[in-house]
């Protein structure tokens, strides 16, 4: 079966760094996406990762290891805006199969 | 450019009755897909479309169907409306199939179920 583990609520401080950490098991592990997700609104894409390694992209960064299951989302410089969901997407690729399988989502407050 | 674009926004209905919900994919985009994301839960897959074809589904009983037209806009149809099929109902859409593409995800219509 497939599963992805992440953390379901994070409280950081405006200005703070704060790591949004997600395990998967999963099969025909094709690469690994982050959402952000506002309260009521769709899913946005913020990054996706399928080699090992970090991605930086402003003031968000992405990490993947393969061999461990295990990626983090690190958000910097932490505005009230980024106060969302943060969902965890593992790409599956195998037969026939091509969707995201999601994590439940962090839910991330940021406080003044 | 224009997003995925969803209609309804809103959708009610009462159990045992047929929902519809349609998608619009971004130009060019040739495949969609179809997810459930109940209060409190993570996303469900649901389907899969590319060229027409339903390519995957997610694990979902059968009431649960669709279809991609030739501009390849989709619809999805839930016959036989139970109360816990309330939830949003997201579309997203990619470029042809190739294990990398990024979905980008529609507003979604939320469907409540009486």
């Known amino acids: 079966g497939q599963n992805i583990d992440q953390p379901t609520e994070m409280t950081a401080t405006e200005g703070a760094i704060v790591q949004i950490n997600c395990t998967y098991q999963?099969?025909?592990?094709?690469?690994l996406f982050w959402y952000q997700q506002h309260a009521g609104e769709a899913p946005t894409f913020l990054s996706y990762?399928?080699?090992?390694g970090l991605e930086e992209k402003g003031r968000f960064s992405s990490f993947l290891s393969r061999s461990k299951g295990y990626s983090y989302l690190l958000l910097k410089e932490l505005q009230m805006k980024d106060s969302a969901s943060y969902l965890c997407?593992?790409?599956?690729?195998?037969?026939?199969?091509?969707?995201?399988?999601f994590g439940t989502g962090t839910r991330l407050t940021v406080i003044p | 450019e224009a997003g995925v674009t969803q209609s309804p926004t809103h959708l009610i209905k009462t159990r045992g009755q047929q929902a519809t919900l349609r998608c619009s994919p971004i130009?060019?985009?040739?495949?969609v897909y179809w997810y459930q994301q109940a209060l409190g839960l993570g996303l469900q897959f649901l389907l899969w479309?590319?060229?027409?074809?339903?390519?995957n589904r997610g694990n979902f009983p059968p009431r649960f169907s669709g279809r991609q037209f030739p501009n390849y806009s989709s619809e999805l149809n839930v016959n036989a409306l139970e109360l816990e099929d309330s939830a949003l109902y997201l579309c997203?859409?990619?470029?042809?199939?190739?294990?990398?593409?990024?979905?980008?995800f529609g507003p979604g219509t939320r469907l409540l179920v009486l």
């Open positions: 999963t099969s025909g592990f094709n690469g």
């Open positions: 997203a859409s990619s470029l042809a199939p190739s294990g990398q593409e990024t979905q980008y």
């Open positions: 997407a593992v790409s599956l690729k195998g037969t026939g199969a091509n969707n995201l399988f």
């Open positions: 479309y590319d060229e027409g074809e339903e390519r």
């Open positions: 130009s060019g985009h040739t495949s």
């Open positions: 990762n399928v080699l090992d």
